[in-house]
């Protein structure tokens, strides 16, 4: 999880505490990119570098009482995630950040029979391999289409752990949930990708 | 042993290997004997890969210029605080 462009967090924080502006400028080249990858997740394309700017004001103001319970790196994700799901409350664009499982089965239950076995079982794909499935411009389009549709939560969640590879410790921290519902959250994320997939395949 | 439906629900915590050894058996159990939770297990695992891949995985771009502007702003923000 260490920037190997980065000192340590031991070294960084005095430096950015005394206002070092080398540190300041290393800090920004190592973490901003990742930072509008999550606002993006959370507020969408339109605000998120705003909101990423935003966020690294509200790191230096609280930088004097981090208690590095985490990484300065998750640390500085969980103010962009505040800093994003605040921003989406105040313009009140979305009613919840989530959906209860209960709303949305992993599986349409029409597929299950009542002994909860498949009836409708999921059917080959012509392609296996993730480059062979990404040559196709209009699959490439439909799973960009179901990650916009995802709930907030379900997108910060597949963001930060399937595309920048972070662990789910770090996640939950980062978007204040517990294991279970951080795990509930991506799996919902990527089920619903599959099945994006599963219905372009099967055209 | 897990049902099919099981399968589909867990089926994350599988291939992060979050699964109790218990429950990880029969699962295991579960996927030697189904071949349509085998296929859906792979997919998932294509599907995350592919996430990984896709356009919409690759960190934005911050150039030389937005760095400067926004330490700019780091120390605007420090010396209205300190002023």
Known sequence: MANPTLPSDDELIPRLLANDETSYAQIVAAYHGLMVHLARAIVGEAIADEVAQEAWVAVLRALPKFERRSSLKTWILRIVSNTAKSRLRHESRTVSLDESLEENPIIDPARLKPNAHWASPPAMWHADTPDALLASTELRRCISDALATLPPLQRAAVTLRDMQGLSMEAICKILEVSESNGRVLLHRARSRIQMAIEEHEGQ | ?83
Not at chain 2, 40 to 52: F, P, R
Not at chain 2, 55 to 79: C, F, G, H, L, Y
């Open chain 2, 1 to 83: 042993m897990p049902s099919c439906k099981d399968i589909t629900e867990h089926s994350s915590d599988y291939l992060d290997r979050n699964l109790p050894w218990w429950k990880r058996m029969g699962y295991w159990l579960h996927l030697a004997m189904c071949v349509h939770c085998r296929r859906y297990v792979d997919q998932l695992k294509l599907t995350i890969d592919t996430i990984g891949k896709s356009p919409d995985a690759t960190t934005p771009n911050v150039s030389p210029e937005e760095i400067q502007a926004i330490v700019e702003k780091m120390k605007r923000s420090t010396k209205n605080k300190d002023g």
